[in-house]
């Protein structure tokens, strides 16, 4: 029912920025729980960033507070992350995802990828000098 796109990826220095974008189409429901997952090679897939798309309850990792920031664009069903200060550690691939709206009601597991059933097939993102 859920189509998402992700774009943006890409091979950026240590200290650089980078802006995700994420376009979902194909549903006739307005109001999703909608989340930035992203796995390392050999590594689980974490839990970035979330949000409602009924605006704010946006969480973030511990990892990434206060460098990354989640948004969503209602007019457009467009998810955002704004991400600044990269390290290597932030390399690996990233997806958008998008679940029930009771994820961010309930307030709780927001960063958990088994929440969400939606997936998109991923942008990679290289933080290198």
């Known amino acids: 029912q859920v189509q998402l796109v992700e774009s943006g990826g890409g091979l950026v220095q240590p200290g650089g920025s980078l802006r995700l974008s994420c376009a979902a189409s194909?549903?006739?429901?307005?109001?999703?729980?909608m989340a930035w997952f992203r796995q390392g090679p050999g590594q689980e897939r974490e839990g970035v960033a979330s949000v409602s798309t009924r605006g704010g309850l946006e969480h973030y990792a511990d990892s990434v507070q206060g460098r990354f920031i989640i948004s969503y664009e209602n007019d457009k069903k467009a998810l955002y992350l704004q991400m600044s200060s990269l390290k290597p550690e932030d390399s690996g691939m990233y997806y958008c995802?998008?679940?029930?709206?009771?994820?961010?009601?309930?307030?709780?597991?927001?960063?958990?990828?088994?929440?969400?059933?939606?997936w998109g097939q991923g942008t990679q993102v290289t933080v290198s000098s």
């Open positions: 995802a998008a679940g029930p709206p009771g994820i961010h009601a309930l307030g709780v597991r927001t960063l958990d990828s088994q929440m969400y059933n939606y």
């Open positions: 194909g549903s006739t429901q307005s109001d999703y729980s």
